[in-house]
């Protein structure tokens, strides 16, 4: 369990301010009572609200006690006016409605012998005494006059002291909201467009939504969210789209930003580096039907042409140049270095001498691995060969020869282009037939593509600026959507929305154009990060089928929201993860090499990162193979029930509940051992269907003094969240059978004389240095590739097929299973805090928000070596009278080959 305490002080005015639970989300409600000059309430009057932009009109009668109330208003500029016998019109102008706002308006008559109408401006109370939630609304004017990098508008959340900016490494193809919301996850956020869903599900992260022109206003709620909400335990971002009005508008727009007029990268390595990034567009709206129908219609197009920057060799690779005397100069770590300056004297030594053996070979093993590494060959001294300094030694007659894959590190120093082109099209359609019946009709498409791309998914080590051009990415996505929404205002108290959305995204994420971005990937942390990026290719595309209906009903002191959601979501995916193989490479004892670790009372320095490379002896090499390509279809069902209830005119108690279901994919497994294997293990493909997801909310706002200046909110609920679909992808796909992940350490080279040496010497170093060319076709070896072949049909390494072939193996293959008990996340929040307007719209508001995540899905190894049994087994196949000499001597020095030679003790 995760919990995050907040405490936040902040300074409220007019427009920004804490959201109410059950506030709706495309709209705002405006509620108020109608008094006369003593303070009496007027019953029966007539209220009329228009919108200034669309003139578009709601009536409603004051109840028995004066109230009125507006169940379900757009955003926007209003005037109010009011009529009852006796009584002059009162028309009110400048009423400003936001998003999920609960405006509350009072209105005081006068007498009609006074005057015939009274005219007067006046906005909603600034303190909002009914509301219990947290939230910020983002209105047009901040969006229109804020500075914001790239215009991507969403960031204006980060105004919010409860949100902070996602710092989870970057996945790729696998990115999140970017939205940290009270400590949760930046997957467990909810993005809504005008109601509905803007959430990739395949990953948890946003969708494609609407060019910032498009956007009127939208609203972050962090904490106490209503019933009507569901699927995220962070946060929700509720997005409300422009609409046209009754007067024919256009804008254009365009930015340029080019290397000429603004200042260098500081962490270029290149002078004046390629830089010019221009974004424009236009909107155009107005009436197609004045006061019933209107358009607006919004483009915007991104084009950059970029630099990125590498770091690559800045610091020539941690190496330092090392001159010996009638030998030649050479390429060492600063240790290395002190270590041949303090003991110079034993290259004078005869040859015959163990020193001066020792202190050669240890300069072959530095010099020409580091010469290896950066060139791809030894230095003239030992002869320029290009042959991996542990297995191409002075006393080796023939040289094995390095991969065509492999590159060294030299060629791959210096910037890489960065592009990418994005367009953006919207055009929102609103038809009014009469003040009962409204209809929204909204399209949009995004078609992008971003080449450049880097991530850092492999760990705290891989730093920006260390990824070659080869170990960038690319991604292109075709994104677009249809939703359409019905506003039926039944009677004065009655409201219903029903909405439908229909939308697509096809991704493409792919490894970089540069001719190595193909090859194995190779982590050398803290220098170099080179080869196919790990997490490409995936293709995939995610539909979305939307149904939501709400019901809004207004009943004495009740006001009652209730409906449905449902959205059914089929997915088709590849998902190659691994599939192009990665190595890693650390630093290496020279112990490894039977070499000694301390000399002449000094500890001999380790063998780099960089030179272990040029060694070719990689720490370990992980690759996925198998078939990559899986589809299914989720399903999620949300139902909610909430009431706001009027307890007395200064205290509302809202409650509710929300119930989630998801009919979740669940596969059976692809044979009967790996049947039996998930039923030991307690784990599955797919994600198990978690049925008892009930989410109670419950808050209390009280207006002490009864004059809407001070409110105390208080709110307590749970907020299930929604697993991201690709966890059934992975767990069905690298399922440690159809395709699972394999993983081999590091070991001496070896020849390959025979296909039962070369199973016997399967390791990360003979894999690297394409050694194991004798290994049978079933095993698809690629020497100048350093992999295996991941797709080809039927390898001995899916479904088990290496069990009957023998193949030891030190680590179990693995994947992504989900366990059987997984259950969905939740949290629980609460808040509890008091706000007092200041005047001169400022209020002061000061809470205290708390946020506990439960079920957070982690990763176990729920499949670890049992090492004891492993050396039991060979000890008792070494004690077996029955074996020869001979016998033992093929497995006698590794546990892991007893079964492959038949023997297979109990």
Known sequence: MRRIFHITLLLSVLGISPAFPQSPSTGAQLSGTILDPNGAVVPGATVTLRSDTTGVEQSTTADASGQYAFLLVPAGQYTLTVE???????????????VGQLAKLPLTLQLATVTAEVSV??????????????????????????????????????????????????????PTSGLNVGGQRARANLVNVDG????????????????????????????????????ASGGVVNIVTRSGTDVLHGKAFGYLRNRKIQAVNPFSTEKDPA?????????????????????????????????????IGANNFGLTPLAVPGVGTFQVTPAQAEFFAANAGALALPPTDPRYQFLAS????????????????????????????????????????????????NSVRGNFPVFEGTSIYSLRLDHHFNSSHQVMLRGSASPSTVTGIQVNAQGAAQNFGQNAFSRTSQQTFRDAGVTAQHTWTISANKVNELRFQYARRGLLYTYSPDPAGGDVAVNIPGFAFIGREPYSFVRRTEQRYQFTDNFLWARGSHIVKFGADVNHLPLTADFTVNFGGVYNFGEISPGAFGLPTTFGGLTVPNFSPVQAYGLGVPQVFIQGIGNPHQSFSNTALGLFAQDSWRLRPNLTLNYGARYDVEFTPVFSAVNEISRKAQDVLGIVKGIPRDTDNIAPRIGLAWDPGNNGKT????????????????????????????????????????????????????????????????????????????????????????????LGAGLP????????????????????????GIERELGHDIALNASYNFNAGHHLNRPLDVNAPVYSALISNWQAAMSDQALTATQKAAFATSPLLVNQFGVSPT
């Open 196 to 231: 509905a869903d803007a959430v990739d599900n395949s990953v948890n992260g946003v969708r494609s939504t609407v060019s910032q022109e498009a956007v009127q206003e939208f609203q972050i709620i962090t904490n106490g969210y209503a019933p009507e909400y569901g699927r």
């Open 275 to 311: 830089y010019t990034r221009v974004q424009s567009g236009f909107t155009l709206s107005g009436p197609l039907k004045k006061d019933k129908t209107f358009y607006f219609l919004s483009f915007e197009n991104t084009r950059r042409h970029e630099t990125g920057f590498s770091s």
């Open 809 to 832: 193996l030190s680590i179990l293959p693995f994947g992504f299973p989900t366990g059987k008990n997984f259950e969905f996340s939740y949290s629980e929040q609460a808040n509890l």
């Open 121 to 174: 401006t006046s906005d909603a109370q600034l303190v909002e005494t009914t509301r219990i939630s947290v939230a910020t609304t983002v209105d047009q004017t901040r969006i229109d006059n804020l500075p914001i990098n790239g215009r991507n508008y969403i960031n204006f959340t980060l105004t919010n002291s409860q949100v902070a900016r996602d710092t989870a490494p970057s996945i790729g193809a696998a």
């Open 711 to 802: 409110v105390i909110r208080s709110s307590y609920g749970m907020f299930y969240g929604h697993p991201l679909l690709a966890l059934a992808f992975d767990s069905a796909v690298a399922d440690g059978s159809g395709a699972p992940q394999f993983a081999w350490t590091g070991g001496a080279p070896a020849p390959c004389t025979s296909p039962a040496a070369g199973i016997a010497n399967i390791n990360a170093t003979n894999i690297f240095q394409g050694l194991l060319g004798c290994l049978p076709p079933g095993f698809g070896y690629l020497p100048n590739e350093q992999r295996f072949n991941a797709l080809l049909p039927n390898s001995i390494f899916i479904n088990q097929n290496y």
């Open 84 to 98: 009852a016998a006796g009584f002059s019109k009162l028309t009110d102008t400048g009423v400003t409605l936001t």
């Open 362 to 409: 240890y300069l072959f093993a530095t010099g020409a691995s580091a010469a290896v590494a950066t060139t791809g060959a030894q230095p003239a001294a030992f002869g320029g060969r290009r042959g991996f300094a542990s297995s191409c030694t002075p006393l080796t007659l023939v040289c094995a020869p390095l991969p065509a894959s492999f590159v060294p590190l």
